[in-house]
């Protein structure tokens, strides 16, 4: 692989995107909307809370592959530019946390 002497401001802006998206789904894993419910809770219930901790846990493997990927691949002592080759892939990770997100609020939104 090539190695380039520049990095991109895009790229950091993906990355810092992704995390933050991230704990933001993983800061509302063990709120509920409408209080504690009490001991009636059916097994529907507890698949579908099951359901909405896995979906807002699942937002953490983009921001591990957007952090890991922006530190090994750029090299922040070089020059900035716009953006670069490896945009694509940082956006494409950002993609794929909104998904993430998306199903998250979906999940969660049946719960609460």
Known sequence: MLESETWALIDLLCMTATVV???????GLGCRKHGMKDSRETAHDIRVMKQCMAARLLSILPAAG???????????????????????????????QIAAALLAKRRCTEYN
């Open 21 to 27: 998206l991230s704990l933001v789904l993983l800061a």
């Open 66 to 96: 957007a952090v890991t990927a922006f530190l090994l691949l750029e090299d922040l002592n070089n020059k900035m530019v716009l953006i670069d080759s490896r945009t694509i892939m940082m956006a494409a990770i950002l993609m794929a």
